[in-house]
């Protein structure tokens, strides 16, 4: 494209994991604003507008809002809150109230938008026992309606567990399922709601992005795309083979997690194993348990990949290397995570009380 025909887009969230990458990818070819709160966004090529869009007119002047309006010819909704144990009002504000906020300016500039939601909005085939849907994914499922009762020009992608790159693992910082698999890793969790067999789907996150550009490259609108691995998601069995082989690597102390059932683990282990810990150490255990929903589909998730990236890039993706590439990223930062999530190191009783459980 020449300068003067370069789109140009609106862009939220764009300090998250997936967001630094689409702009990484995006910025060669298109223009884009960034809206941002109090985050950081790294990257020098793109303007930063100060927002908020859980406000009215996005937390900007009725000035500034109305340029906005005149400027934007795209918008990519991405902000979102992703912890699964957040306070269930801020979630909704945020993930809900903020995407009618995006709904409302896209409606006003007569613009397509782009909605970034998440695989688990699809009537997702789990395991029997699993913990009960989450805040997260019941407001993102109302987002979802939102979008598409708007009457506006609009795509949903719905992404399922994003790591790090493709081609090194790198992740700006520690999500949900990073923490999981870190407490794995560390000692913290002997054992965990997920069946053997049950499928967990990871998306590495620049090949999310590459999908949402593959899309916008070509102005797809009107319908629903899955950024997940589909056929090819591994299985936990698989997961914990690569963790023990990471662990091999690194030369570090590493017990195997056993795998449960979800609903024998919620009616035998919980009571017993979760009361005898230590109060930081039962929320951080509480929230990967939350996660381990995710990590228990008995059928994979539907994939549309094929569909977005080109073939060649299709034909050399590996997903069991891009998540090795992960733990290798992850595994030299366990202290560091352990400290962040203030639990001490694995002790005498937590090893009693997982060899009783």
């Known amino acids: 494209?020449?300068?003067?025909?370069?789109?140009?887009?609106?862009?939220?969230?764009g300090a998250g994991v997936l967001g630094e990458t689409l702009i990484d990818q995006l910025g060669d070819d298109y223009r884009i604003i960034c809206l941002a709160r109090k985050s950081?966004?790294?990257?020098?090529?793109?303007?930063?507008?100060?927002?908020?869009i859980c406000q009215p007119y996005l937390g900007l002047s009725d000035s500034d809002y109305r340029a906005l309006l005149a400027r934007v010819d795209w918008v990519i909704h991405s902000a979102a809150i992703t912890r699964l144990d957040g306070q269930a009002e801020q979630i909704f504000s945020v993930n809900y109230q903020g995407t009618e906020n995006i709904v409302s300016f896209v409606q006003e500039a007569g613009t397509p938008l782009y909605h970034i939601s998440t695989a688990f909005t699809h009537p997702c085939d789990y395991y029997p026992g699993v913990v009960p849907q989450t805040p997260y994914e019941i407001a993102k499922r109302q987002a979802e309606k939102l979008v598409r009762s708007a009457d506006i020009p609009v795509s949903i992608f719905r992404p399922s567990i994003i790591i790090g790159d493709a081609e090194n693992g790198h992740m700006p910082n520690f999500q949900g399922f990073h923490l999981t698999m870190g407490l794995m890793m560390s000692g913290y969790l002997p054992i965990i709601p997920c069946p053997?067999?049950?499928?967990?789907?990871l998306i590495a996150r620049d090949v999310?992005?590459?999908?949402?550009?593959?899309?916008?490259?070509?102005?797809?609108?009107?319908?629903?795309?899955?950024?997940?691995?589909?056929?090819?998601?591994?299985?936990?069995?698989?997961?914990?083979?690569?963790?023990?082989?990471?662990?091999?690597?690194?030369q570090k102390p590493f017990d195997r997690p056993r795998c449960m059932n979800p609903d024998i683990y919620d009616r035998l282990i919980r009571p017993v194993f979760l009361p005898a810990l230590e109060e930081n150490v039962?929320?951080?255990?509480?929230?990967?348990?939350?996660?381990?929903?995710?990590?228990?589909?008995?059928?994979?998730?539907?994939?549309?990949?094929?569909?977005?990236?080109?073939?060649?890039?299709?034909?050399?993706?590996?997903?069991?290397?891009?998540?090795?590439?992960?733990?290798?990223?992850?595994?030299p930062k366990l202290s560091a995570m352990q400290r962040m999530l203030k639990v001490p190191a694995p002790g005498p009783q937590r090893s009693a009380i997982a060899m009783e459980a």
Do not use: F, W
């Open 40 to 52: 950081r966004i790294r990257q020098s090529n793109v303007e930063v507008l100060r927002g908020d």
């Open 282 to 331: 039962r929320a951080a255990l509480g929230r990967a348990t939350q996660m381990c929903r995710y990590a228990s589909l008995r059928t994979p998730l539907p994939s549309s990949l094929a569909q977005l990236l080109p073939a060649h890039r299709m034909h050399t993706r590996d997903p069991q290397r891009e998540l090795a590439r992960t733990l290798g990223q992850l595994s």
């Open 208 to 250: 999310a992005a590459a999908a949402i550009k593959s899309a916008l490259d070509q102005r797809l609108i009107g319908d629903d795309y899955y950024l997940t691995n589909g056929p090819d998601a591994l299985d936990i069995t698989t997961l914990l083979d690569l963790m023990c082989a990471e662990m091999a690597n690194q």
């Open 1 to 13: 494209m020449s300068e003067h025909s370069r789109m140009t887009v609106l862009l939220t969230g």
């Open 196 to 201: 053997e067999r049950g499928y967990v789907d």
